[in-house]
């Protein structure tokens, strides 16, 4: 905690001099607002995120649906995207409308609402990456290397840690490009 208070007395706004000292801002960083938004992104703290609809990857992937099937953008695009409540009722017009779950997504349908997913994933913003699915799934890697294995999963969690590290020894293994610029552009 003494760490973070003698951080909070050293905020500026650029400049140099005994003035520019003198003069606090309220904003600790271009990227972060506090010191403990800076700390929790250092440390990689995230909190897990509480979905509106407990989805059932499960029966889904049980009932052979494919991951593409639904986040279509993943094979074309740097976005795996999530369906919206009209794809989803394609087929909840017809199947399980009677599940308490099914009974969420019909509402937010009716309403002319998209379900406000929780995103899962993700990099800081300060990590400058730039992730693309879809050269990753034509290389063939498989959604679980990432997104851990969601047929054992009911609701999505976040169940392998992105880091750099992990990243780097999954592209050593492919053989892929280890360059910088490949995510960091």
């Not at 929790?40 to 052979?64: C, E, M, N, S, Y």
Request: proline share 6%; glycine share 6%; aromatic share 8%.
């Amino acid at each position: 905690m003494l760490l973070l208070a003698v951080l909070a007395t050293v905020l500026v706004r650029p400049g140099r001099g005994a003035a520019a000292r003198d003069v606090f801002t309220d904003v600790f960083t271009p990227e972060h607002a506090t010191v403990a938004e800076a700390v929790r992104d250092f440390v990689g703290w995230r909190p897990f995120p509480t979905q509106p609809i407990q989805f059932p990857h499960t029966t889904h992937l049980a009932r052979k649906l494919q991951c593409e099937g639904c986040h279509a953008g993943a094979a074309t695009g740097p976005v795996a995207g999530i369906p919206d409540t009209k794809f989803c009722m394609s087929c909840h017009q017809l199947f399980a409308t009677d599940k308490p779950e099914v009974r969420k997504l019909a509402a937010y349908f009716s309403r002319g609402e998209d379900v406000p997913w929780q995103r899962v994933y993700g990099f800081s913003p300060s990590a400058h990456v730039k992730f693309n699915h879809a050269p990753h799934v034509r290389a063939g890697v498989q959604c679980s290397a990432c997104h851990g294995d969601l047929t054992r999963q009911t609701v999505a969690v976040r169940s392998v840690n992105l880091t750099m590290g992990y990243c780097l020894a999954c592209h050593r293994s492919r053989k892929a490009s280890i360059d910088c610029t490949t995510c960091h552009f």
